[in-house]
């Protein structure tokens, strides 16, 4: 038997080791062995994971620096991590989406649900953003970005390094672009309806949620003929949406000017810039001047940034999507609908729904609960992470 390449890491006796051979793809700090050898891992080593009793698990990589400190790249202990398996994994990816959507607009990796720990990929066109969240995917950025030209074609390659996540693991907040060259105008994006324009380089996140995809086209088949309010409107995710499903006229409500800019214009592509307004306030000031108005709409859509990235966020945050379901649901017509969003991981769904509920009581209001929306197929859920199931919708018709 040919001796193994990578070094060997191993668990400490009362770590999970059955949920790691079951599929599991984190390994946290406290439940490896951390002694000299490991601690002398370079972050994004590769390394051979071994239970307490020194079977092999699978090949990790490793970051000593990280609470996460090992992610299982592959069950295979002999495996190569080169361009050929980076494209194999890149290959996979690509055939669940183009059998999902006709043009190439979408989440093409979803981090450990793809099989590439870390690492998210959003595709527009023949360009793609990569947000590189783990130091191994870092350390093999010009292997990935090949791999991305020859699996899809692509001619730019991006990489953000505006992500929390990043600080974590030690890396940088530099973004560069890796293949080709940025654009010099915002890109075009055909979604529901409605053509939206993403900012690659300068905006939040990748530039566009394409994990809203359904939420949206859910809340445009309530909006023909009504008036909407779009709070934390970004690029006007809900507000394109609406119009382009029938909405008499969207009020895109955000704190960030370049954002509402991309909104409009947006609109003004799709046809639809009559019916668009945008007013740039703090949401919550213009919920209250609002509420003050005694203003009404047949749709108020709210879709805050994450109020609880954490555990020790979860309660304040929780007390923030309460607030905001307080002053949104005053805003709603007899019989209309409030959409309330969350992308927070700490708080699940039922959490969430118990916080937008008290909300609308305290607010005198009553309803049902039509829908409940999660992410797009193009973010597919890891079946062993329940946090990969971040984003929450909920549709209620107030009475």
Not at 38 to 44: C, I, K, S, Y
Request: proline share 7%; hydrophobic share 45%.
């Amino acid at each position: 038997m040919t001796p193994s390449p990578y070094p060997v890491v191993r668990l400490k006796p009362k770590a999970p080791a059955r949920a790691i051979r079951h599929g599991f793809p984190w390994i946290q700090d406290k439940d490896l062995v951390n002694d000299r050898r490991t601690r002398a891992l370079a972050p994004g080593s590769l390394a051979v994971l071994e239970d307490s009793e020194r079977t092999a698990l699978g090949l990790v990589a490793v970051n000593p620096k990280s609470r996460i400190v090992a992610r299982v790249l592959d069950r295979d202990p002999s495996a190569r991590i080169d361009g050929a398996w980076l494209a194999a994994r890149l290959t996979r990816a690509l055939a669940l989406r183009a059998r999902l959507y006709a043009e190439p607009y979408y989440r093409l990796v979803h981090a450990e649900a793809d099989g590439l720990p870390g690492v998210v990929i959003d595709r527009f066109g023949d360009l793609a953003v990569v947000q590189p969240n783990a130091a191994w995917a870092e350390a093999r950025l010009p292997d990935l970005a090949a791999a991305l030209a020859e699996v899809a074609g692509l001619r730019t390659v991006i990489k953000n390094a505006a992500s929390r996540a990043r600080a974590l693991e030690g890396l940088d907040a530099e973004s560069a672009v890796l293949l080709g060259q940025a654009p010099t105008a915002p890109v075009a994006v055909p979604m529901n309806g409605a053509t939206y324009l993403a900012d690659v380089t300068g905006g939040q996140k990748t530039g566009l949620f394409f994990d809203q995809r359904p939420n949206h086209a859910f809340a445009a088949r309530l909006a023909p003929g009504g008036c909407v309010l779009d709070v934390f409107a970004h690029v006007g995710g809900f507000s394109l949406a609406a119009l382009a499903g029938g909405a008499e006229t969207a009020l895109a409500v955000d704190g960030s000017a370049p954002a509402l800019a991309l909104a409009a214009e947006g609109a003004a592509r799709s046809g639809l810039g009559a019916g668009l307004q945008t007013w740039r306030s703090d949401a919550f000031d213009a919920l209250a001047e609002l509420g003050a108005q005694e203003a009404r709409f047949d749709l108020v859509v709210c879709d805050p940034p994450a109020f609880a990235p954490s555990k020790k966020a979860l309660e304040p945050g929780l007390r923030a999507y309460e607030r905001v379901a307080k002053l949104a649901a005053p805003l709603v017509a007899e019989g209309g609908y409030l959409t309330l969003c969350s992308c927070s991981q700490a708080a699940d769904l039922a959490k969430f729904r118990a916080a937008c509920i008290r909300g609308i009581g305290r607010a005198g209001r009553s309803g049902q609960l039509v829908h409940t929306g999660f992410a797009g197929p193009d973010h597919p859920q890891h079946p062993q992470m329940a946090e990969a199931g971040y984003l929450k919708s909920l549709f209620f018709r107030l009475l």
